[in-house]
Nanobody, 117 residues
Framework: QVQLVESGGGLVQPGGSLTLTCAAS????????VAWYRQAPGSQRELVAS???????NYADSVKGRFTISRDNAKNTVSLQLNSLKPEDTAIYYC???????????WGQGTQVTVSS
């Protein structure tokens, strides 16, 4: 069955870095648009970054210049490098993979990122 598993979250001090990884199984991963979303307590889930099957990337304004999304189709993984972390980056980070034809939309279980001194 299709599965997305996030890893790499944790507690980090402001200004620190983390690398999140989304590992996919049960799908032809290279065909999918993959995105990272986040949801802070009391807030809606928001798009952080996405990467197309061809490698084009898109970022939320709040993370541009600090976060970098990349994919390794041979390993069926997408990574999100988080640098210069701020307390407002604290959230559960979710991996999403979607396909337009046929319509497919999958979510991982999320990984917690906490930025605090």
């Amino acid at each position: 069955q299709v599965q997305l598993v996030e890893s790499g979250g944790g507690l980090v001090q402001p200004g620190g870095s983390l690398t999140l990884t989304c590992a996919a199984s049960g799908m032809i991963f290279s065909n999918y648009i993959v995105a990272w979303y986040r949801q802070a307590p009391g807030s809606q889930r928001e798009l952080v970054a996405s990467i197309s099957s061809g490698g084009s990337t898109n970022y939320a304004d709040s993370v541009k210049g600090r976060f970098t999304i990349s994919r390794d189709n041979a390993k069926n993984t997408v990574s999100l490098q988080l640098n210069s972390l701020k307390p407002e980056d604290t959230a559960i980070y979710y991996c999403n993979a979607r396909l337009a034809i046929p319509i497919r939309n999958y979510w991982g279980q999320g990984t917690q990122v906490t930025v605090s001194s």
